[in-house]
């Protein structure tokens, strides 16, 4: 009964408006991606939109919620900012706090992170031997917060059947209905 | 509207867009208020130690220790777009090695308007007063600054500096003794 | 099963009364929210206001209530062209009965 209905839409399309439909579908992601590459752009942030995925910074941040970063050179990094930084090693970048920052004469810059939630700091995380981040290691700072919109990736990340049915669901919806 | 499960979902579509429009209105009635508020810290007890940091380069460096007092009200701070404070005591200094130093002595999470008097008497650091060297022997002007990050239901993210702050000398001559 | 949800309809006055009775429940609660949360100075209190209006509304307009249902469309009678098609179309109605009632059956 529903496949039936959703097909007729399709049937009572010409070659033409089948082609629209694909055309539009493409507009959509490719808008999607023109965003993202925007954001980038006027964020100075590798990463502008990052969902945290660990405990460490609970309670400011939980599981799924979204943060928004910016990474402007000419604002310096100092401590009580909250950075994510990427380590050597490790896939996934870390959302965790500056706890201490020794800036030279010539603008270098190192520093020590922790996180609110852990007890120590966060020399154990970095790779071996190292016990400085400097500002090459830095994606951007967390100046946003909005709660909870980043569940969804989250489950699309950890339940990767989840992921292609939404994505099939959704490019089935935009290819089969009409505007 | 024909379907029950199409009724359900305009029905959840709209609920969650009046629910963006309540959070924005939230984050805009508290984007342009003041945060800051005056603060009196004061140190208590002084020692300066020079042993080898073995968390970090296992070189001889300072290594201080203080008491301090902090008095401040931060009640008026919370409202319903502050989620949590995050409030922190910094030392800021200057040293030939370094420019600049800042190092969190002493942080504190605060949820409730309940916790937000803070009255502490001769209490000891959190971390580690660790410098980057020895720089802090006869060292005449280290500044202890309190600062908070508000952690917003949605939006900003915003660090806020404290009025008033605390400015202390180290002794010329490391403690040997036990403390 | 999905037949059955699929089945559930209202008639169009009652879709479009439904839609708009919806609508009126969630500003409705969504404003009161907004209002008792900022006097009480608690986001949770606004959203959890909103969450009792979505309730409220997903109980009132989702199911088909009778109040929806008061204008059924008057469709035309079937027409009775020549006997021998209308014989034949009385054999197919007569069919598809079965064939419902089968379904219902199985599907109960």
């Not at chain 1, 082609?19 to 808008?31: K, N």
């Not at chain 1, 599981?63 to 402007?72: A, I």
């Not at chain 1, 339940?159 to 089969?176: D, E, R, S, T, W």
């Not at chain 3, 169009?12 to 009480?40: D, H, N, P």
Request: proline residues 4%.
């Amino acid at each position: 009964m529903e496949v039936v209905s959703l097909f007729d839409d399709v049937k009572r399309m010409n070659k033409r408006q089948f082609l629209y439909q694909v055309l539009s579908f493409g507009m959509i992601v490719s808008s999607a991606l023109m965003i993202w590459k925007g954001l980038m752009v006027v964020t100075g942030s590798e990463s502008p939109i990052v969902v945290v995925l660990s405990g460490s910074m609970e309670p400011a941040f939980h599981r799924g919620d979204l943060l928004f970063l910016t990474n402007y050179p000419e604002e310096p990094v100092r401590v009580g900012e909250i950075v994510v930084f990427k380590v050597a090693g490790r896939d996934i970048p870390i959302v965790h706090r500056v706890l201490k920052l020794h800036e030279k004469e010539n603008g270098t810059i190192k520093f020590l992170t922790k996180g609110d939630n852990n007890s120590v700091d966060d020399r154990g995380l970095y790779a071996a031997g190292q016990l400085w981040l400097t500002k090459d290691d830095v994606v951007g700072r967390a100046r946003g917060f909005l709660p909870y919109v980043g569940m969804v990736t989250i489950m699309m990340n950890e339940y990767p059947n989840f992921k292609i049915g939404v994505l099939a669901c959704l490019a089935f919806y935009v290819l089969i209905h009409r505007e | 509207m024909h379907s029950f499960l199409q009724r359900g979902n305009a029905l959840l579509a709209y609920t969650l867009s009046v629910l963006a429009c309540l959070t924005f209105a939230c984050f805009i009635s508290t984007v342009f208020l003041n945060y800051r508020t005056d603060v009196d810290i004061s140190t208590v007890r002084i020692v300066l130690k020079n042993i080898p940091d073995y968390s970090a380069s296992r070189e001889e460096n300072d290594l201080g220790f203080l008491t301090f007092d902090l008095q401040t009200d931060l009640k008026h701070l919370f409202n319903w777009n502050v989620k949590q404070l995050f409030v922190y005591l910094t030392a800021e200094y200057e040293t030939p090695n370094n420019k600049l130093n800042q190092v969190v002595l002493w942080d504190k999470i605060i949820l409730r308007e309940e916790n937000a008097k803070l009255d502490f008497k001769n209490i000891n650091t959190k971390y580690y007063f660790w410098d980057d060297g020895n720089g802090l022997k006869g060292n005449k002007n280290i500044t202890l600054t309190l600062s908070w990050n508000i952690i917003p239901n949605a939006g900003f993210l915003p660090n806020i500096f404290a009025q008033g702050s605390h400015s202390f000398k180290f002794p010329a001559e490391y403690t040997t003794s036990r403390i | 099963m999905f037949k059955f949800i699929d089945n559930w309809h209202m008639d169009f006055v009652g879709q479009a009364w439904a839609e708009k009775l919806s609508r009126i429940i969630i500003t409705l609660f969504g404003a009161i929210g907004l209002v008792y949360g900022y006097a009480l100075q608690q986001f949770s209190m606004t959203v959890y206001i909103l969450g009792a209006g979505f309730a409220l509304a997903s109980l009132l307009t989702i199911p088909p209530w009778p109040m929806y249902r008061k204008n059924p469309l008057n469709w035309q009678p079937v027409k009775n062209k020549d006997k021998d098609n209308s014989s034949k179309k009385a054999k197919k109605i007569s069919d598809y009965a079965l064939d419902e009632i089968s379904f219902n059956i199985s599907s109960y």
